[in-house]
Nanobody, 115 residues
Framework: QVQLVESGGGLVQPGGSLRLSCAAS????????MGWYRQAPGKERELVAR???????YYADSVKGRFTISRDNAKNTVYLQMNSLKPEDTAVYYC?????????WGQGALVTVSS
């Protein structure tokens, strides 16, 4: 069964930090690059970061230097450490394979950055 479960979202003040986790079923995770995506209100979903099976990473310009993606292959889990958060980072964050499996999304983790 294909499964993606995100956790770790919440309300944080500008400049704060959060760490998101995503537990993925092995069929998605094991041999694939994984990505974190986000969808802000009224906007399309966008790729935030991705990591290959060997640990090579890519970041969108908007988060470069502030976010760090990592994965634990033994736990089928991918993480997103988010530092120096800004109000424009407010969104629902999702993980998925990269490129994303269409029609296979978890419930997402809501991140709200506000004072």
């Amino acid at each position: 069964q294909v499964q993606l479960v995100e956790s770790g979202g919440g309300l944080v003040q500008p400049g704060g930090s959060l760490r998101l986790s995503c537990a993925a079923s092995g069929s998605i995770f094991r041999f694939n690059a994984m990505g974190w995506y986000r969808q802000a209100p009224g906007k399309e979903r966008e790729l935030v970061a991705r990591i290959t099976t060997r640990g090579s990473t890519y970041y969108a310009d908007s988060v470069k230097g502030r976010f760090t993606i990592s994965r634990d292959n033994a736990k089928n889990t991918v993480y997103l450490q988010m530092n120096s958060l800004k109000p424009e980072d407010t969104a629902v964050y999702y993980c998925n394979r990269f490129p994303a499996l269409t029609g296979v999304w978890g419930q997402g983790a809501l991140v709200t950055v506000s004072s």
